[in-house]
């Protein structure tokens, strides 16, 4: 048998019995792959040439024991005797490192074998920075880094997955890497890293790519970082507010300073009520070292007594720096009192005026807000309360105007909407008036009378008398309940003495009028009933 390659002859074997195969192998060395290096996903192909130097038809079996190398026919057809056969064979690296393996070729009782040396190379990596520190991250925040990473062998380097070690998730790469789109030779690409610290103090891992690691060449990248808590402090530290009336509202300010080394987003702090955190602080908004938060605190107490609660700021709490601000407030009701609310009696459209004196025995000012009158229909109004705020142990005026449209007794109620939610200090005052016919007995002023007609009820005239003590201007007229004039009898300058007046109300409908006499500062009225 000859062993050839490329038509090199290396060796020839001869056997007397020709029922016994023959073969020649021409080779030009002495293995298969030698000196080749692939990155691995690449491809290499050699063959070799099998020549059958017997008398007899042979066939020929090769095999191969991995899968580095795949052979691309593992039968040949039945050789003729001087015939030759050509196996080819594919180096397929899936990992880095050395190939070495045999071709089998088996004949008849015959095994002989080939080399097999290819190789993959170590992937040669650097990062830049070699070691990536973080400065220190308040607890619960986020930073994030970069390194570049460089493949500075000449072939292509499929990374796989980075591994940090130890790995409890507080640095993790955030930008893909390449499973699936290998670096290139001498390419370079930027590697993200996040620090998130949920705890304080130093933290450290490793970065390790395991595709590198077969051949020596390992790529390691350490990673440090420091996790820090809110170093705050707050002037004061305990915020006390004046006693207040309930119903009313005060504002207080805290300052809220950072001294630590590093940024603080503070976010939303919590209270209870009846406390609340006027200061709007956007999710965004940051302290840095030195700088101070005002922080704005309202207390509007509901009920009397005492209130108190602690400001809380949700991000300082995990590293036992909590914030803690107490805050604590006094309500009271008010302790008032009144006098004079005595209404004067008044003729139906005409107007008196009615001075309510409201104390205040309390030891804190009080701001009473508009009074109510119920009900609102009834003829009083409020003209003014001067001052509007009482100051502790003084009072204020407090002016009402009544106005009866009609003749009777008009009853109403005069509060205080601050005072109300303490039972014990409501001020409710009282108005009791009367709208009279006349302000003095027998109708008569000075000299001035108006009687009452007659008939009364009537059904279409009636008439009456009204009496001047001189000659005078006289207004006489009639009304209805609303104070709408409806009919005037007497206008101009009247003699001295009595007069007669007679009233025709056919054009009128029924109802209630009001006969009005005025003279001057004199102003008299009755009240007549017209029936159909």
């Known amino acids: 048998m000859l062993l050839s390659l490329s038509g090199i002859a290396v060796g020839q074997i001869t056997h007397p019995n020709h029922n016994q195969a023959t073969l020649c192998i021409k080779t030009s060395v002495g293995s298969l792959f030698d000196g080749v290096e692939l990155s691995p996903?690449?491809?290499?192909?050699?063959c070799i040439t099998v020549t059958n130097c017997g008398d007899s038809v042979e066939i020929i079996k090769a095999s191969v024991g991995t899968t580095d190398y795949i052979l691309s026919q593992k039968t040949s057809p039945p050789l003729q005797p001087d015939s030759s056969f050509t196996f080819c064979l594919t180096f397929h690296p899936k990992?880095?490192?050395?190939?070495?393996?045999?071709?089998?070729?088996?004949?008849?009782?015959?095994?002989?074998y080939i080399s097999l040396s290819g190789t993959t190379p170590c992937a040669h990596l650097t990062s830049l920075p070699a070691a990536l520190s973080f400065d220190t991250v308040v607890i619960g925040q986020k930073s994030v880094k970069t390194f570049t990473l460089t493949n500075d062998g000449d072939y292509f380097w499929k990374a796989g997955a980075a591994y940090f070690f130890p790995d409890d998730g507080t640095f993790v790469i955030q930008s893909p890497l390449f499973d699936t789109v290998p670096l290139a030779p001498h390419e370079s690409r930027i590697i993200t890293v996040q620090f998130a610290p949920q705890t304080a103090g130093n933290k450290s891992t490793t970065i390790t790519f395991p595709e590198a690691g077969?051949?020596?060449?390992?790529?390691?990248i350490p990673v440090s970082g420091s996790g820090g808590c809110a170093y705050l402090t707050t002037i004061p530290t305990k915020l006390s507010f004046p006693i207040i009336a309930v119903g009313s509202r005060d504002t207080l300010l805290v300052t809220v300073k950072n001294i630590g080394s590093y940024l603080w987003m503070p976010k939303t702090p919590t209270v209870t009520s009846p406390f609340k955190i006027v200061t709007n602080i956007p999710n965004t908004f940051a302290i840095r070292l030195g700088d101070s938060l005002l922080l704005q605190v309202e207390y509007a107490p509901l009920s009397s007594g005492s209130d108190s609660a602690i400001i809380t700021f949700p991000d300082a709490v995990p590293c036992g720096n909590t914030i803690v601000i107490e805050v604590s407030g006094k309500s009271a009701c008010s302790i008032l009192d009144f006098y004079g609310a005595a209404v004067p009696n008044t003729l139906p459209f005409g107007k008196s005026k009615v001075s309510i004196e409201i104390l205040n025995f309390a030891n804190f000012s009080w701001t009473p807000g508009s009074p109510l009158i119920t009900p609102p229909s009834s003829p009083y109004t409020v003209i003014s309360m001067i001052p509007a705020t009482i100051a502790p142990g003084g009072q204020a005026t407090l002016t009402l105007e009544f106005a009866p449209k009609s003749y009777g007794e008009f009853i109403a109620k005069v509060t205080f909407p601050n005072a109300t939610p303490c039972q014990d200090s409501s001020v409710s005052v009282d108005l009791d008036g009367k709208a009279i016919s006349n302000s003095v007995s027998n109708n008569?002023?000075?000299?001035?009378?108006?009687?009452?007609?007659f008939p009364n009820p009537f059904i279409a005239t009636t008439s009456f008398n009204y009496s001047l003590p001189k000659e005078t201007?006289?207004?006489?007229?009639?009304?209805?309940?609303t104070g709408k004039l409806v009919k005037t009898l007497v206008l101009g300058r009247v003699s001295e003495g009595q007069h007669r007046v007679i009233f025709d109300a056919h054009d009128l409908p029924s109802g209630s009028y009001l006969l009005i006499l005025e003279s001057g500062s004199i102003k008299l009225s009755r009240e007549i009933i017209l029936t159909k």
């Open 41 to 46: 996903g690449k491809d290499s192909v050699q």
């Open 95 to 112: 990992t880095i490192g050395s190939h070495q393996a045999f071709l089998f070729l088996d004949y008849g009782l015959n095994l002989k």
């Open 214 to 220: 077969p051949c020596g060449n390992a790529l390691q």
């Open 444 to 453: 008569n002023t000075n000299g001035f009378s108006l009687e009452q007609n």
């Open 473 to 481: 201007e006289v207004k006489l007229a009639v009304y209805n309940m």
